[in-house]
């Protein structure tokens, strides 16, 4: 009896987890609020948003429950902003769009540079080296190894910044882009009156005299 009450943790597990390899689990239902169903994709979805600490915090059986409070609330509170029809307002659409815009960015910025770029243990090395007087005003006095975990978050990112910059400029020399200085910094025109309120010589504009 005791393997048969084992063997029925370890399936009640799996469906908690969405895990052991079968999709079906991920359409799971969790929840219902009014009509709408929580799935155990939803859940998964909302823990790979999270930061890792959080990830690591829900990912605890015992925590479960109140990520599923989380998302609870979350669907009540879209099913009420439905309901007000805010996704009808113009400002909220501008918001969506700007916020659709900023996601697409990031995203194509992943592709293209950040899952393309990494850094090897010799890198590190190299640029604690290169920027060891620097660095050691920060550190203070704490050895390679014991900052070398610092070091290779800001050396990857030095790195793939400059990779970005690289990319980003080989963009900008195929598009065709054209600036319009005169709207982006106006100058005084000749013509426009002067603070006394006369006319400028020789300048028209455009008014009665």
């Known amino acids: 009896m005791k393997k048969l009450h084992f063997f ?5 597990a799996c469906v908690v987890f969405s895990g052991c390899g079968q999709e079906g689990h991920k359409s799971a239902v969790l929840a219902t609020v009014n009509g ?5 994709a ?3 979805r909302q823990l790979e948003e999270m930061p890792p600490a959080y990830k690591e915090m829900f990912a605890d059986p015992a925590n479960r429950e109140k990520l599923l409070a989380r998302l609870i609330k979350e669907k009540l509170l879209l099913q ?5 029809k805010l996704e009808q307002r113009e400002d909220i659409q501008k918001k969506i769009k700007a916020i659709k815009d900023q996601l697409l960015v990031q995203e194509v ?3 293209n540079v950040i899952s393309k770029i990494t850094i090897s243990d010799k890198e590190v090395a190299d640029y604690y080296k290169a920027n ?7 550190a203070k006095g704490k050895s390679f190894n014991e900052i070398k975990g610092q070091l290779k978050e800001i050396a990857l990112q030095e790195k793939q910044n400059g990779y970005f910059e690289k ?5 900008e020399d195929e598009a065709k882009i054209v600036k319009n200085m005169e709207v982006l910094n106006p100058k005084t025109r000749k013509g426009e009156n002067d603070k006394d309120g006369t006319k400028r010589a020789g300048t028209p504009t455009g008014q009665a005299g």
Do not use: F, H, P, S
């Open 132 to 138: 060891e007087e620097k660095i050691q005003q920060y």
């Open 80 to 84: 009420e902003a439905k309901r007000a």
């Open 42 to 44: 939803d859940m998964d």
């Open 36 to 40: 709408e169903k929580i799935t155990v």
């Open 8 to 12: 029925g943790l370890v399936i009640g």
């Open 167 to 171: 990319w980003i400029k080989k963009l």
């Open 109 to 111: 910025i992943n592709l």
